[in-house]
């Protein structure tokens, strides 16, 4: 059965750092792209970051630009996202999530995503 697992969240203070994990549960879960998106209560999920195993190439959303990065492992379908800089307002739950094939979706939509974890809480304050 195909999962995606997230690891790393927690409570931290404003400016410290957070690295989340997301592992798929089996090595035949083949993706074309994984990313992260958040979820504060009442409010859509959004988009924080993805990459693309072909080409290496990542995606930020704007507030996050400059203190977070992605990364990963395209054979383990492993990805990672190094968040510095902590502040309140990345307080959410994050999801990570798994493209299998390109689409003419675009990324930064929940849409584009074919498996979702269940995600895990971040929250950041003093």
């Known amino acids: 059965q195909r999962q995606l697992v997230e690891s790393g969240g927690g409570l931290v203070q404003p400016g410290d750092s957070l690295r989340l994990s997301c592992a798929a549960s089996?090595?035949?879960?083949?993706?074309?792209?994984m990313g992260w998106f958040r979820q504060t209560p009442g409010k859509d999920r959004e988009f924080v970051s993805r990459?693309?195993?072909?080409?290496?190439?990542?995606a930020y959303a704007n507030s996050v630009k400059g203190r977070f990065t992605i990364s990963g492992d395209k054979i383990k379908n492993t990805v990672y996202l190094q968040m510095n800089s902590l502040k309140p307002e990345d307080t959410a739950v994050y999801f990570c999530?798994?493209?299998?094939?390109?689409?003419?979706?675009?990324?930064?939509?929940?849409?584009?995503?074919?498996?979702w974890g269940r995600g895990i809480q971040v929250t950041v304050s003093r």
């Open positions: 999530a798994a493209q299998l094939s390109p689409s003419g979706v675009p990324v930064t939509t929940t849409y584009a995503y074919d498996y």
């Open positions: 990459i693309a195993w072909s080409t290496g190439s990542t």
């Open positions: 089996t090595r035949t879960f083949r993706t074309y792209a």
